[in-house]
């Protein structure tokens, strides 16, 4: 999330955020993940209003379909 708050004027420190991001999806390609169906998907909502100097509004929404 703090690395889409940075796009205007990144530092060198966003940068570095940046950069351990990417080698990390890099190296979770070779990861595997199986899931098992559940009954109930479940979910979550996040709202934060004027939650920036610009008073701009950012909403996060997570649903999980399964079981690792």
């Known amino acids: 999330m703090a690395l ?4 205007r004027e990144p ?3 966003n940068y570095n955020k940046l950069v351990r991001v ?4 890099r190296d979770i ?12 998907p479940k979910w979550w909502l996040e709202s934060s209003y004027a939650a ?7 909403t996060r929404i997570c649903m ?3 079981r690792k």
């Open 64 to 66: 999980t379909i399964g």
């Open 52 to 58: 920036h100097p610009d008073i701009k509004s950012h």
């Open 11 to 13: 530092d060198t420190d």
């Open 22 to 25: 990417m080698l990390y999806i």
């Open 29 to 40: 390609k070779k990861l595997t993940l199986t899931v098992e169906p559940t009954d109930n």
């Open 4 to 7: 889409c708050t940075r796009v």
